[in-house]
């Protein structure tokens, strides 16, 4: 056993010495469970690594096979990484990937090592990892410290960008003036490196102005100068013609992993960001999703920005968060990365089929999800229902997103469906418009509470549930045999930017009136002259919310009014949300109407002496939140545009 005890997520690192993978027989238990003694297991043996679930004294096998390579020539040992997070296992051997597994039933416990014959364990530590997280704007003085580490090329922290955007929006009033730049040293591409070696899945955001049409981008996972992956994007008018590429420098080579066409313009800023999780690399330009690709290299490292331009290239704004991401594209079955709840499930020829007519579920992933799209392709049997699951949080809990064309009582309908304690409550249902081909994509989302349901594109049913926010996935089946499911898909939906650009920002001529539009009051308009009354100068399109705080709550009487929805201040159609208080009462009063017509009331205590109120727009649903609480909810009409008035 090793003395430390393993607590939360952490990796254990260290070496195996040995000469032939085959005569290799060797353990790894974790997480052991002190008074159970179930725990899990790395078997290094037969030339493979596999892990094991060990309980009640069975072992359960779990996830893919990797194949153990032996010491190059130059070396006795292989250094190796056993990464455990809350759901997943990954076991990094050299400098690949070479075995997951999926589980989240032991956390904690002891490590320890048994080394049977052919080889023996080095150099063990458990290294604790947490939550990812990086935020740099490059605001500091001139060779002030920092945690960059530049690893090649030519890099400068700048106080004062001197780029030709900055000259016209007076950089000596610009709101932030900082940034990082860097350009080719010789032939040495530049590259600056932060973070730390044991970060895995995240995703990596730079604000990016190219200096000419050579190269610039992303590095993530670095091992050292000769071993990193690259998120490489070329100029339009380079040679090539511009692409953006997702590379692999490997032992000092490029490999190109995957391209896809369209370059840079020179001097304009761009958001370039990927995202790496089980392998799996997305890379958005934008916000665009523009490439996708997959590599086992390396599994962690740091993060990185490059440049392979003469010119000065720009970097601000750099981002990195750990990052979530579900694939199956059910090529193998992978022991463990499914639970089957009811029903028969039959996997191969790249899908997961239902073998009779019975209900039929089966979920995989984390419960502690929230805010996701999770999309699958479906092939429905001759006759009955099939569905989605989403915010699972046990086989009496979770939420139901079904239809069906025919063979149930709720044929020709879509249902979202919550399971409450075994208990079902539909939430909403409405006609089904299911594409005229065999097989199409459906999607569900789940985000803050809004639930919907898409086929091909096309949604099909919404529903509200504040108490439903977070939880895993699954699929479902019901009087359907023979429904295949495919290329399952759930990505995390990203929060709203809260930046926007109303006229006034838009009108260079304004910005150096940094005093004005710097104030919490410039946004807004009185609608009167008794300047009772405020109207924001912008249009909100999407969702959006009003927030406040209602202050001296017992010891006032007073009323706000917050509306949403309107053309203007005098518009009979807008919504108004009245908040009353009085003195010598907790109560806070709410009253949601629509020109003349009352549409919801409540009244709500509270104890302390302020309350933070939010009015918010979300897809077609008007709520009010009191601390972060549903407390009023309406449907809302189609509008095509909504402003804010307080």
Not at 305 to 329: A, I, K, P
Not at 459 to 469: F, G, N, R, S, Y
Request: aromatic content about 10%; glycine content about 10%.
């Amino acid at each position: 056993m090793l003395d430390e005890a393993a607590e939360g997520e952490f990796n254990l690192i260290g070496e195996m010495r040995f000469s032939c993978s085959d005569e290799l027989d060797a353990r790894v238990l974790f997480n052991i469970q002190p008074e159970s003694g179930d725990h899990y297991a790395l078997a290094l043996t037969g030339g493979t690594a596999k892990f094991y679930y060990v309980g009640d004294e069975v072992a359960i096998h779990l996830g893919t096979v990797g194949r153990i390579t032996a010491p190059d020539e130059n070396s006795e040992s292989v250094p190796f990484t056993l990464q455990r997070r809350d759901w997943r296992i990954a076991l990094v051997w050299g400098d690949e990937v070479i075995a997951r597994a999926y589980d989240s039933r032991l956390h904690d416990g002891q490590v320890g090592t048994l080394a049977i014959s052919g080889g023996t364990f080095e150099d063990l530590m458990i290294q604790p990892t947490g939550e990812i997280f990086l935020a740099d704007d490059f605001v500091r003085e001139e060779e002030a410290e920092d945690d960059w580490e530049p690893v090649s090329g030519r890099w400068q922290q700048r106080s004062l960008r001197d780029d030709e955007q900055a000259e016209r929006q007076e950089a000596d009033k610009s709101a932030n003036a900082f940034s990082y730049t860097g350009q080719l040293q010789g032939d040495a591409p530049a590259i600056s490196v932060t973070g730390y070696w044991f970060w895995d899945a995240y995703s990596l955001e730079a604000a990016i102005q190219p200096g000419d049409s050579g190269s610039v981008g992303l590095v993530f996972h670095y091992q050292d100068p000769d071993n990193y992956m690259l998120v490489r994007w070329w100029g339009r008018d380079h040679l090539d013609g511009g692409s953006l590429q997702l590379i692999a420098m490997h032992e000092g080579t490029f490999h190109v992993i995957a391209t896809t066409s369209g370059g840079f313009r020179v001097g304009q800023w761009y958001a370039l960001r990927c995202a790496v999780a089980d392998g799996l690399v997305q890379v958005w330009v934008d916000d665009e999703l523009r490439l996708v690709g997959h590599t086992d290299l390396f599994g962690q490292g740091q993060v990185g920005l490059y440049s392979e331009t003469r010119e000065l290239t720009f970097f601000d704004d750099v981002v990195c968060l750990g990052w979530e991401l579900f694939t199956d594209d059910f090529a193998q079955e992978v022991p463990g990365k499914w639970h089957s709840l009811t029903g028969q499930w039959q996997p191969g020829d790249q899908a997961l089929q239902t073998v009779n007519a019975d209900r039929a579920i089966i979920t995989t992933g984390r419960r502690a999800w929230n805010s996701y799209s999770f999309s699958v392709s479906v092939q429905p049997g001759k006759s009955g229902a099939c569905g989605l699951v989403i915010g699972y949080q046990g086989p009496d809990n979770f939420c139901l997103l079904r239809w069906a064309s025919n063979g149930t009582e709720y044929a020709g309908r879509a249902q979202i469906v919550q399971v409450d304690d075994g208990t079902e409550k539909v939430l909403a249902e409405a006609t089904l418009s299911v594409p005229a081909r065999g097989r199409y994509r459906a999607e569900a989302t789940l985000r803050d509470g809004v639930i919907s349901l898409s086929l091909d594109g096309h949604k099909q049913v919404e529903a509200l549930a504040p108490d439903i926010t977070y939880g895993a996935i699954g699929l479902y089946a019901d009087g359907s045999a023979g429904t295949l499911f495919q290329q399952a898909l759930l990505r995390m939906i990203s929060p709203p930017r809260s930046s926007r650009i109303v006229a006034e920002f838009t009108d260079v001529s304004a910005h150096p009136e940094m005093a004005e539009w710097a104030s919490t009051r410039a946004p807004w308009l009185p609608a009167d002259d008794e300047g009772k009354a405020w109207w924001t100068k912008g249009d909100y399109f999407g969702e959006h919310a009003l927030q406040l705080t209602v202050p001296d709550i017992g010891s006032k009487t007073g009323q706000v009014q917050l509306f949403l929805g309107g053309e203007g201040p005098d518009d009979p159609e807008v919504y108004e949300l009245a908040i009353a208080v009085e003195t010598g009462s907790k109560d806070v009063q709410f009253a949601l109407t629509r020109g003349d017509q009352p549409l919801e009331e409540v009244t709500v205590t509270v104890e302390d002496t302020e309350a933070t109120v939010s009015f918010e727009r979300k897809d077609q649903w008007l709520i009010v939140l009191v601390n972060g609480t549903v407390v009023l909810q309406a449907e809302a009409a189609t509008v095509p545009a909504l402003e804010e008035q307080q």
